[in-house]
């Protein structure tokens, strides 16, 4: 029991200490600076103690009853509802920005169902899940988006069944992290020019991708995408929330967004059967384990919360990104095509995509609409979600067949990238799949 206790207590000082910003941010106060150093102190004393207990004693000590075998096993449970073979692998990546070491990418690799004509090319489609999710909630799409192309699906750095370094508590650095161990990741896996499609924390990560490498997206599609509008005034009515409400939101602030599922121990799985039991509802059709989703998103969120504290470096406390992408992806290389697909029923603020539009005025964006979905479109309505990434992904390979005669055409080496994006745009618009 003492020992137990022991272990939560290490569990929670690392929580903490993973927590807090460093003390270079402006937002750090000298209690919370002291608080987390001493934190690091009760880590360093209690990580000594239970080194000392043999390993087979202290794996059945954990408060939280989850492990990488059982993360493995939940995942292997999902997966096994997917109807077409796939090659499933760590793909090893280095290089990452303050993270010494190589690391590992849990990949998920899917070939055409119908392979294409001699001669004739397919864009592959790379899939980013959002926040707290991971490779097999896409159980409902790889089939489907796989009939004409190969799809890779992983979960990124810090989630799921990836590596899980410490990533940086400095925003900027820390997304930057994420889009550097995308690219290290595609660069091991061989890919040229790829579809990216990022839902919610990975729409926001697959722009960011974008605007530092754009030569490798041949087409960027946000699934309702986290983190693009700007951080909104709050309003009279929630200025005037009573001081308890206030005070225990500023006490949570410094702690990741899913520590409750942690610090419940032994009941964080029925904790999160009873919250996110919509999640599960999505996928009963097709998983008839009632439990096998809520069961996997506990075990990818309750181990130690690497991507989860970076995420949290990269939102402000009541969830707005600390650098919308929004102000930003007018920088994005004007040959690069969009598409915005958003939920009618979502929570997530539409105006960007129509914002975006109006921006990049040269470029092609499309903003699509899925009736009847929620904030996880691809599972709401996943026939057409799959329809429409298909169609999208289609118009793609014709449009880079376009692009590719359109270069090897062109005297001009130095061929003006304006015209081109152009070009491909009309010639896209006059393409019907």
Same mark, same amino acid.
């Given at each position: 029991?003492?020992?137990?206790?022991?272990?939560?207590?290490?569990?929670?000082?690392?929580?903490?200490?993973?927590?807090?910003?460093?003390?270079?941010?402006?937002?750090?106060?000298?209690?919370?600076?002291?608080?987390?150093?001493?934190?690091?102190?009760?880590?360093?004393?209690?990580?000594?103690?239970?080194? *000392?207990?043999?390993?087979?004693?202290?794996?059945?000590?954990?408060?939280?009853?989850?492990?990488?075998?059982?993360?493995?096993?939940?995942?292997?449970?999902?997966?096994?509802?997917?109807?077409?073979?796939?090659?499933?692998?760590?793909?090893?990546?280095?290089?990452?920005?303050?993270?010494?070491?190589?690391?590992?990418?849990?990949?998920?690799?899917?070939?055409?169902?119908?392979?294409?004509?001699?001669?004739?090319?397919?864009?592959?489609?790379?899939?980013?899940?959002?926040?707290?999710?991971?490779?097999?909630?896409?159980?409902?799409? *790889?089939?489907?988006?796989?009939?004409?192309?190969?799809?890779?699906?992983?979960?990124?750095?810090?989630?799921?069944?990836?590596?899980?370094?410490?990533?940086?508590?400095?925003?900027?650095?820390?997304?930057?992290?994420?889009?550097?161990?995308?690219?290290?990741?595609?660069?091991?896996?061989?890919?040229?020019?790829?579809?990216?499609?990022?839902?919610?924390?990975?729409?926001?990560?697959?722009?960011?991708?974008?605007?530092?490498?754009?030569?490798?997206?041949?087409?960027?599609?946000?699934?309702?995408?986290?983190?693009?509008?700007?951080?909104?005034?709050?309003?009279?009515?929630?200025?005037? *929330?009573?001081?308890?409400?206030?005070?225990?939101?500023?006490?949570?602030?410094?702690?990741?967004?899913?520590?409750?599922?942690?610090?419940?121990?032994?009941?964080?799985?029925?904790?999160?059967?009873?919250?996110?039991?919509?999640?599960?509802?999505?996928?009963?059709?097709?998983?008839?384990?009632?439990?096998?989703?809520?069961?996997?998103?506990?075990?990818?969120?309750?181990?130690?919360?690497?991507?989860?504290?970076?995420?949290?470096?990269?939102?402000?406390?009541?969830?707005?990104?600390?650098?919308?992408?929004?102000?930003?992806?007018?920088?994005?290389?004007?040959?690069?095509?969009?598409?915005?697909?958003?939920?009618?029923?979502?929570?997530?603020?539409?105006?960007?995509?129509?914002?975006?539009?109006?921006?990049?005025?040269?470029?092609?964006?499309?903003?699509?609409?899925?009736?009847?979905?929620?904030?996880?479109?691809?599972?709401?309505?996943?026939?057409?979600?799959?329809?429409?990434?298909?169609?999208?992904?289609?118009?793609?390979?014709?449009?880079?067949?376009?692009?590719?005669?359109?270069?090897?055409?062109?005297?001009?080496?130095?061929?003006?990238?304006?015209?081109?994006?152009?070009?491909?745009?009309?010639?896209?618009?006059?393409?019907?799949?």
């Amino acid at each position: 029991m003492l020992l137990t206790l022991f272990s939560r207590l290490k569990e929670i000082g690392s929580e903490f200490r993973m927590s807090v910003p460093d003390q270079s941010s402006s937002e750090l106060s000298k209690g919370l600076w002291l608080l987390k150093h001493a934190c690091l102190l009760l880590d360093s004393l209690l990580s000594t103690l239970l080194d *000392l207990v043999p390993s087979w004693i202290s794996k059945y000590l954990r408060w939280c009853p989850t492990s990488s075998e059982r993360l493995e096993e939940a995942e292997r449970r999902l997966l096994a509802y997917v109807k077409k073979p796939f090659q499933s692998k760590f793909v090893t990546i280095d290089s990452i920005l303050k993270c010494k070491g190589s690391h590992q990418i849990r990949t998920i690799e899917m070939g055409p169902t119908n392979e294409p004509p001699p001669g004739e090319e397919r864009v592959p489609l790379v899939l980013v899940h959002g926040f707290a999710s991971g490779v097999a909630l896409w159980l409902l799409n *790889l089939d489907k988006l796989s009939e004409d192309r190969t799809v890779y699906s992983f979960d990124t750095l810090g989630f799921g069944r990836s590596s899980r370094p410490r990533l940086s508590s400095d925003s900027l650095e820390a997304e930057y992290q994420f889009v550097q161990s995308l690219e290290e990741w595609r660069a091991q896996v061989g890919l040229d020019r790829f579809v990216l499609l990022g839902h919610s924390m990975g729409g926001f990560l697959a722009a960011s991708y974008a605007l530092r490498f754009p030569e490798r997206v041949a087409h960027l599609v946000l699934a309702d995408p986290w983190g693009f509008p700007e951080r909104r005034v709050p309003s009279p009515k929630a200025l005037q *929330l009573p001081t308890w409400v206030r005070a225990v939101s500023t006490l949570l602030s410094p702690f990741n967004p899913l520590v409750a599922l942690r610090v419940a121990g032994p009941w964080g799985p029925l904790l999160v059967e009873k919250i996110r039991a919509d999640i599960g509802k999505k996928y009963e059709h097709i998983v008839q384990d009632s439990e096998a989703v809520p069961r996997y998103i506990y075990h990818c969120n309750a181990q130690f919360p690497s991507g989860e504290s970076a995420f949290k470096a990269m939102m402000t406390q009541y969830g707005w990104a600390r650098h919308p992408m929004v102000n930003r992806i007018a920088e994005l290389h004007v040959g690069v095509p969009m598409t915005f697909i958003y939920g009618s029923k979502s929570w997530v603020d539409k105006q960007p995509g129509i914002q975006v539009q109006q921006v990049r005025e040269e470029s092609e964006v499309d903003v699509e609409i899925i009736e009847g979905a929620g904030h996880h479109v691809f599972a709401d309505r996943p026939d057409q979600f799959n329809d429409m990434v298909c169609k999208l992904c289609r118009n793609t390979d014709a449009a880079e067949r376009i692009i590719r005669a359109l270069t090897e055409n062109e005297d001009d080496e130095k061929a003006d990238e304006k015209n081109l994006a152009s070009s491909a745009k009309l010639l896209r618009s006059k393409v019907f799949l």
